[in-house]
């Protein structure tokens, strides 16, 4: 069985060549028995060994040589909060944070906005990164969400496991580039609540084999 550690390294590697990321910026974690590994803070992740991955617990105490991400609090919130949670990956991607930074909900101008859970992509309130204040506006925004914008900083996501966290972030990249662009055209005619209803009912079986 492949270490939860070097699954984590993996995908933070895997973030800059998806655009998600560039240098140290970002995070991500995984949900392991009680408590969770997350990125450490400041290393880049071509550089991590296993070694490098503190473990924390939901006190917020780590076990390991390297300080973790000062931004986790907002995953052990969500670990804390949502069973169902086992990865959460943050991001400053380009085309998020450009609509981060205008403080915008996504509306419902595209059916997949339903793959995060509703008809919108809500931003969070602003709050100064790594506070428990940011954790709240965090936790407030992904409500029965699998994602959310974080204003004038990035996205956050959160998955069953690290690829689903992954491909999350990847789709909602690719949205907020998507929306970006129609709103250059003008402004983007939006599906109705009946018939982002209709995509929500049919999403509850959407991908399973």
């Given at each position: 069985m492949t270490d939860l550690r070097t699954?984590?390294?993996a995908t933070a590697r895997a973030m800059q060549p998806a655009g998600l990321n560039r240098g140290t910026s970002g995070n991500v974690s995984v949900r392991s028995g009680e408590g969770f590994y997350i990125?450490?803070?400041?290393?880049?992740?071509?550089?991590?060994?296993?070694?490098?991955?503190?473990?924390?617990?939901?006190d917020g105490s780590h076990v390991g040589s390297r300080k973790p991400s000062s931004e986790w609090r907002f995953h052990r919130d969500l670990y804390a909060a949502r069973p169902e949670v086992g990865a959460?990956?943050?991001?400053?991607?380009?085309?998020?944070?450009?609509?981060?930074?205008?403080?915008?909900?996504?509306?419902p101008f595209h059916y997949m906005i339903a793959r995060f859970g509703g008809d919108t992509i809500?931003?969070?309130?602003?709050?100064i990164f790594g506070s428990n204040f940011l954790s709240t506006a965090a936790m407030a925004a992904m409500a029965e969400r699998k994602a959310c914008?974080?204003?004038?900083?990035?996205?956050?996501?959160?998955?069953r496991d690290l690829d689903?966290?992954?491909?999350l972030a990847i789709e909602l990249e690719e949205l907020c580039e998507q929306y970006w662009r129609a709103c250059q055209l003008g402004q983007p005619v939006l599906l109705t609540a009946?018939?982002?209803?209709?995509?929500?009912?049919?999403?509850?079986g959407y991908g399973q084999q």
């Open positions: 699954q984590l390294i990125t450490p803070t400041g290393m880049a992740y071509d550089r991590l060994r296993e070694d490098d991955i503190p473990l924390m617990a939901l959460v990956l943050h991001a400053h991607s380009p085309f998020a944070v450009s609509l981060a930074c205008l403080r915008l909900d996504i509306p809500r931003c969070a309130e602003y709050a914008l974080l204003a004038n900083h990035g996205l956050l996501v959160a998955g689903e966290a992954l491909a009946e018939e982002m209803g209709a995509v929500l009912e049919k999403f509850k």
